[in-house]
Structure formats: structure tokens, C-alpha cells
């Protein structure tokens, strides 16, 4: 049997970290591609975006969404400890485009794995230490910083100028000061300059050991 040395709870909880456009999101979806689709759950930090409701969307345009005080890791946590004692829970849901969370939110029900995703997930020290197993998706910063520019004109509604404004005063500073430090803290790292089937493969084959 393929442990890692991993002590399974009931619940295995995956933090899985990394810059802005390092591939976090597409990293998981190919990890959970071909894993049955009651057993596993994903839940992205950017749900957790602060509600902005009350600001205009001039001011929301100003914040920091790179800073760790941007996000409610307290309703994180405290919804994480809610599926680990076997509940479920309401998900905010978070729209880039209106920079704010929406009136819905989505039922997720409690699961033999969770994979917890975003940039900041392994600063949070008591997020952290929620999880059996961290990870940490590498990819070079002028990489990250095409696939972003890419991604959030596309998907999210930005336009270019918007795009580099935010990286050189919000996006890379945060980086280097909370997102890059937090890899020491992983117990593996993914190289995803390119895809990297290999690493996905093992990842899948943990949960699986999990699920079995
Ligand atoms: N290994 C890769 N090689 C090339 N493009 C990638 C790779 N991984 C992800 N992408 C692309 O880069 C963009 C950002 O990826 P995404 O998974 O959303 O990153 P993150 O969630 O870390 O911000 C997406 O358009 C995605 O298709
Ligand atoms: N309204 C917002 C909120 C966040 N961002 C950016 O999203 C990035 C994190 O998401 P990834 O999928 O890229 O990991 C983060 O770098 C924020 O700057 C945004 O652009 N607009």
C-alpha cells in the first residue's frame, strides 16, 4: 500500500499553494479527472474573498487581492471543520468580474478528500496546519505572469493595462512577501513550467490509496 507516510484522519485534507498562473486550478482538475466525483471535493480559496457588497465598484477595484487580510480564512477554517465532523456547509461563490462575492452561495457536502487551492493557502498557519498533505505548484514568474495576462483578459473580464498594474503593485510584492516564503512550508513540490503529468499521476495515486 503507497502511503507517503501520510497518517489518514478520516478526512484527507490536500493544500495544494502556488503563485498566481503557476497552474493550481488546472493541476487539480487533472488530478480529480478520473476520481469519482462523490469521494472528492475542491474548494478554491477565491471563495473566500472578503464580501465587498458594501463598496463601490470603483473602491474594489483599489484592494490588495493578493494580501492575506483580502481573504475570510476564519469562514474557511471554520468551514473546513465542519466537513470534517461530517457536515455540510454553504460556499460563498465569487464573481471576478463584479469583484465581490454573489447573493448564491453552493451546498458542499462532506467527502473522503478535500482539496483546498489558492495562493495563500499554506501562509495561514492554522490552515496549514489543517492539512495531511501540502503542496506547492512551481512555475517561473515571467510564465505565471503570460499565462495571468492570458487568463484574466479572457476569463475575468480585466483588460491589459488593468492586468500589469495589479502585478507590479499588488501581485508580485505579495509573492515574494507571503506566497513564495509559504513553500518551505510543503512537503512536495510540482514543477508545472510545463505539464506534468508525472506529479498529477502521484497525487492521484495517494488519493486513491485513500479512497480504497
Ligand atoms: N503547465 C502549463 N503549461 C501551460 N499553460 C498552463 C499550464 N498550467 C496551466 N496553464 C494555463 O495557465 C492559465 C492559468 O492556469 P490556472 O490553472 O488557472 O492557474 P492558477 O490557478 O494557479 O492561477 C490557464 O489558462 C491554464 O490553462
Ligand atoms: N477581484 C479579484 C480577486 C482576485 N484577483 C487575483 O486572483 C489571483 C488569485 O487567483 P489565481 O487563480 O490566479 O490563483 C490573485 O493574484 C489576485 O490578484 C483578481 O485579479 N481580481
Partial sequence: MLTFGIKFLSMLIIGIAGGTGCG???VVKQIVQELPENEVGVISQDSYYN????L???ERGQVNFDHPN???FDLLISHLELLRKGQSIEKPI???VEETRLDETITVHPRKVIIVEGILVLSNP??????DMKIYVHADSDERL???LQRDIKERGHDLEKVLYRYQNAVKPMHEQFIEPSKEFADLIIPNNHYNTV???MVRTIINDKLQ
Fill in 51 to 54: 464580501d465587498l457588497a458594501h
Fill in 146 to 148: 503570460i499565462r495571468r
Fill in 94 to 96: 465569487y464573481s471576478f
Fill in 199 to 201: 506529479a498529477v499521476d
Fill in 70 to 72: 483580502s481573504i475570510d
Fill in 24 to 26: 493550481k486550478t488546472t
Fill in 126 to 131: 492554522k490552515l496549514r496546519e489543517m492539512f
Fill in 56 to 58: 463601490s465598484k470603483e
